[in-house]
């Protein structure tokens, strides 16, 4: 079993993008600047954008967060984030998720223009991306990629079963590892809650790799998987005991894995790394840079 380390493969992708950066700015450009909106005090969402600013510091990136009170009106919210669309100084937009309740979410994402969307979530840069075309990729689904190919992990004619249909990470990591792309053309079941479970352990007992990402701690047991799979493990969820654990039995599970994510320590650094390749992207097109 080997460790699919996300810290290692994302700073060795920040740190490429410095060196970009540190060209870009002896050439007499600005740096990439990424704008985060925070809304509310959400400990996990704390926690995230901290992770996001401390990336763009490293990236050689500007960054900017601002921030809301919960009770903060959607016409408000929709006011600011238009402003910033308009405002050229700001390569990248970040709204981040969850909002409260009394904010319409999709709104919100549908506000972002489609060229600062560095989360990738806009309807315009999904649709690109299902379609093979240069887009902006969700970041989770995006930093899952790069991790495979950083480990040169083989995906052309695998059986990839993926666990979990959410906009955020199961229906995108399923079209980019389905599409003809860098990184690509398996051939890739999507299961979900309504999957009957002896169709999901049918499933999972033949897949090469295997994405799980349903936000229940130890959901993947070692019976479910083959000798020799390939396990993302895109789950992060605390116990009562304060330790972070993925969807997967870590331990029992890694001993069947030829590689393995950790939970913390996996997809979650990816995650904010794709976001940085992302920023650079849209910089990059804002100034019309190969």
Request: aromatic share 6%.
């Amino acid at each position: 079993m080997k460790i699919l380390d996300g810290k290692v493969c994302a700073d060795s992708l920040v740190a490429d993008i410095a060196k970009k950066v540190t060209e870009y700015a002896d050439s007499g450009l600005r740096k990439p600047h990424m704008t985060v909106i925070l809304v509310g005090e959400h400990p996990p969402s704390e926690s995230y954008v901290k992770a996001k600013i401390v990336s763009c510091e490293n990236a050689d990136f500007e960054s900017s967060l601002i921030r809301f009170p919960e009770v903060i009106k959607e016409r408000e919210l929709l006011a600011r984030i238009e402003e910033i669309n308009n405002d050229p100084t700001t390569d990248g937009l970040i709204v981040q998720l969850p909002l409260p309740r009394h904010i319409n979410q999709q709104s919100v994402i549908n506000a972002i223009s489609p060229e600062k969307d560095i989360d990738g979530f806009h309807p315009a840069n999904f649709g690109r991306m299902t379609l093979g075309q240069k887009a902006f990729r969700p970041a989770t689904a995006y930093g899952i990629c790069k991790l495979l190919q950083f480990y040169n992990i083989p995906i052309k004619g695998k059986h990839c079963v993926v666990i979990g249909r959410s906009n955020i990470v199961g229906k995108p990591i399923s079209i980019m590892l389905s599409n003809d792309f860098d990184i690509g053309n398996a051939t890739v079941t999507l299961t979900h809650i309504e999957t009957p479970r002896k169709l999901l352990l049918d499933e999972t007992r033949r897949a090469d790799i295997i994405i799980v990402a349903v936000g229940i701690p130890g959901f993947v047991t070692p019976d479910m998987v083959k000798k020799g799979v390939v396990l993302i493990d895109v789950g992060i969820n605390r116990l009562e005991s304060g330790k972070l654990v993925g969807d997967v039995a870590f331990d029992e599970v890694a001993q069947k894995c030829s590689w393995i994510t950790p939970v913390p320590g996996g997809v979650g650094r990816m995650t904010v790394a794709a976001l940085m390749i992302n920023t650079l992207m849209a910089y990059q097109n804002n100034f019309n840079l190969a």
